[in-house]
T-cell receptor
Framework: NAGVTQTPKFQVLKTGQSMTLQCAQDMNHNSMYWYRQDPGMGLRLIYYSASEGTTDKGEVPNGYNVSRLNKREFSLRLESAAPSQTSVYFC????????????FGPGTRLTVT | GQQLNQSPQSMFIQEGEDVSMNCTSSSIFNTWLWYKQEPGEGPVLLIALYKAGELTSNGRLTAQFGITRKDSFLNISASIPSDVGIYFCAGRRLLNSGNTPLVFGKGTRLSVIA
């Protein structure tokens, strides 16, 4: 039981390049989330998917898109990376809606030059 | 957006000392969660609280859901070097429309001097 897994662990992009961050969970959770973590800013919600087939914007969605591919997988896409998107990205999941404990993946460290 | 005020921002303590940190909000929350994050890792859930006044322990860690439902506290007793990390509080509000996403404090960075 791996919990929440994320790939890649590290990535360097040039400004304007695109990439997709992958996330998968094997806990049969319904809800999945993408956060970014910046020094001194804590964790900020980018997008979430309350259930398979639905996605909603969080606090900082600009510059990102998401896809809930199936119940297990939730991907985050940067269409045209900017230096301001340099951050550590975490995926998380919960059993149901927002009312349960949330479990995090190990993170993807992204640098945009 | 909604923010939690977490304090202190950082702590340097001697091994064996007790630690206290807290989070406050201007809004009423129906859930409080406490996480620990070590360098290069994702946050790991330590304790979850669901009722006002609830006091829950996990080994040397004890957390409380404040009676006003606007705050929560985490205590670590007899600290050891592996307690080093960043501790985050997270809270969730219940609105008429249902539960809302978690909001996080900015973390308390704990350093333990052996």
């Amino acid at each position: 039981n791996a919990g929440v897994t994320q790939t890649p662990k590290f990535q360097v992009l040039k400004t304007g390049q695109s990439m997709t961050l992958q996330c998968a969970q094997d806990m049969n959770h319904n809800s999945m989330y993408w956060y970014r973590q910046d020094p001194g800013m804590g964790l900020r919600l980018i997008y979430y998917s309350a259930s398979e087939g639905t996605t909603d914007k969080g606090e900082v969605p600009n510059g990102y898109n998401v896809s809930r591919l199936n119940k297990r997988e939730f991907s985050l896409r940067l269409e045209s990376a900017a230096p301001s998107q340099t951050s550590v990205y975490f995926c998380a999941s919960t059993q149901g809606g927002f009312g349960y404990e949330q479990y995090f993946g190990p993170g993807t460290r992204l640098t945009v030059t | 957006g909604q923010q939690l005020n977490q304090s202190p921002q950082s702590m340097f303590i001697q091994e064996g000392e007790d630690v206290s940190m807290n989070c406050t909000s201007s809004s009423i929350f129906n859930t409080w969660l406490w996480y620990k994050q070590e360098p290069g890792e994702g946050p790991v859930l330590l304790i979850a609280l669901y009722k006002a006044g609830e006091l829950t322990s996990n080994g040397r860690l004890t957390a409380q859901f404040g009676i006003t439902r606007k705050d929560s506290f985490l205590n670590i007793s007899a600290s050891i070097p592996s307690d080093v990390g960043i501790y985050f509080c997270a809270g969730r509000r219940l609105l008429n429309s249902g539960n809302t996403p978690l909001v996080f404090g900015k973390g308390t960075r704990l350093s333990v001097i052996a």
